[in-house]
């Protein structure tokens, strides 16, 4: 995102499509690994697909790294909670990923209810010449075997697996949104609506509840937690958003429960801007800390905010992500697109911060020179190789040839899941059942 991001070019490569989507193809979360070489989604339907980026070849360079599918599995099924008849759903919330310390992977995935530790290996060899079974794995009549054999192994073709190591469940009342690995990698939190519980990750059975807004009285509740998340660097520190669009920092050093927050970030709100949607539009839907750990990004229906943490009354920086839809926010409202949870993600230095939007389009932000763009992930443009053509919504009056009027939006089209390569221009946009991957254009 150095040079100009008008004449910027994206390459596409186009992963996952299904023209006859299902509720459960839906994608529901996206997030590549700490080398970026793995990018991992969830949807709906409880399933997880990893994709692999392909080594570089000298006799394709213009493959440079693209993703392929590397593994599928299902993660999470349906189920039912009989004391409360609540059936939970299989959908996945989360991903959350593992620093590699071995040749297998290792990632966390959440639905409503509970967590998950996967564990995903190669095999290539497989063990032969057992004693007390055949070759087809049926068990020897004992009577036969006279000789002892030696087991081998022998090559096999490559195989995949994905295992559950760890299952977190039985901790949470309310709805799990967020999970977020600590950088002791010893830990990790799972928040729900009111209350955030911190994990060991060898410890199944039990959880410490660091913090717990629920009142005594439900029928005093006035907000929600929305989104959780650990400092990159400093493992006693972390953060929470609610529905009233603060943001707590709280430090475990001080107290077992962090009910009080050791920093406290609100702006103030303009009253010549108060309307009846004021409260909905400014509950925050993520919260993001920068690479460095010096900033928290938040996005809220209209906004994304840059927050430095030594700095609580106001955010440094304000992006305007669609104010196109101000005037909406009535229809918005009866759809119910103003509740839609869009999240925001940063480049791997910090300088470019990207979210989504309506109509299949998501914006980037450069914080250096304060240029923006809009692009849209659609299959029309998205030819594997194709350019990338900056869009424009015009509001009223007279529409250029290459504009859109706000009017003919699609909000049924949103891009909620971004991510971002942890080093690389390489960013993965989930457009409702399609998986997007651009790059920045090799020369």
């Known amino acids: 995102m150095e040079e100009d991001v008008e004449t910027r070019k994206i390459n596409s490569s186009f992963l996952r499509d299904h023209s006859y989507a299902t509720e459960a193809d839906i994608i529901s979360t996206v997030e590549f690994n700490h080398t970026g070489e793995l990018l991992a989604t969830g949807d709906k339907g409880g399933r997880v697909v990893i994709f692999q980026r392909e080594q570089e070849s000298k006799q394709q360079p213009q493959r440079r790294g693209e993703y392929n599918v590397y593994s599928t599995f299902q993660s999470h099924e349906p189920e039912f909670d009989y004391l409360k008849s609540l059936e939970i759903e299989e959908k996945i919330n989360k991903i959350r990923w593992l620093p590699q310390h071995n040749a297998a992977y290792f990632l966390l995935s959440t639905n409503d209810k509970t967590v998950k530790l996967w564990k995903v290996s190669e095999r290539d060899k497989r063990p032969e010449g057992y004693n007390l079974k055949d070759e087809d794995g049926r068990l020897r009549d004992p009577s036969m075997i006279t000789t002892l054999r030696v087991p081998v192994l022998r090559p096999m073709d490559l195989m995949v697996e994905a295992t559950p190591r760890r299952v977190f469940a039985n901790a949470h009342t309310y709805h799990i949104n967020s999970i977020s690995v600590n950088s002791d990698y010893e830990t990790y939190m799972s928040a729900d609506d009111l209350r955030i519980n911190l994990w060991n990750f060898e410890i199944t059975n039990q959880s410490f509840n660091i913090v717990d807004i629920k009142p005594a009285n439900m029928e005093e509740l006035t907000e929600v937690i929305t989104a959780a998340e650990f400092h990159p660097h400093h493992c006693n520190a972390f953060v ?94 009866e759809n119910d697109c103003i509740f839609d949870k869009f999240e925001c993600v940063w480049n791997g230095s910090d300088s470019v911060i990207m979210t989504g939007s309506y109509n299949n389009f998501f914006r980037m932000f450069d914080r250096n020179t304060k240029r923006d763009v809009t692009l849209e992930a659609s299959r029309e443009n998205s030819k594997p190789r194709a350019v990338l053509k900056p869009r424009k919504v015009c509001v009223g009056g007279k529409r250029r040839k290459d504009e859109i009027s ?12 971004t991510a971002w390569h942890p080093s690389e221009n390489i960013i993965a946009v989930a457009a409702t059942n399609n998986l997007y991957i651009f790059q920045d254009k090799v020369n």
């Open 240 to 333: 929470y958003s609610s529905s009233k669009g603060t943001i707590r920092l709280c430090d475990m050093r001080a107290a077992a429960l962090c009910d009080r927050h050791a920093k406290f970030f609100e702006e103030p709100e303009d009253p010549s801007n108060r309307s009846f949607f004021s409260e909905i539009i400014s509950s925050i839907s993520d919260v993001k800390f920068s690479h460095s750990g010096r900033y928290i990004m938040t996005r809220d229906y209209l906004t994304v905010k840059v927050w430095d943490l030594n700095m609580e009354n106001r955010p440094m920086e304000t992006y305007q992500v669609h104010d196109y839809l101000r005037s909406k926010l009535c229809s918005l409202y």
């Open 406 to 417: 706000v009017d003919s939006l699609d909000f049924s089209k949103k891009i909620l899941h």
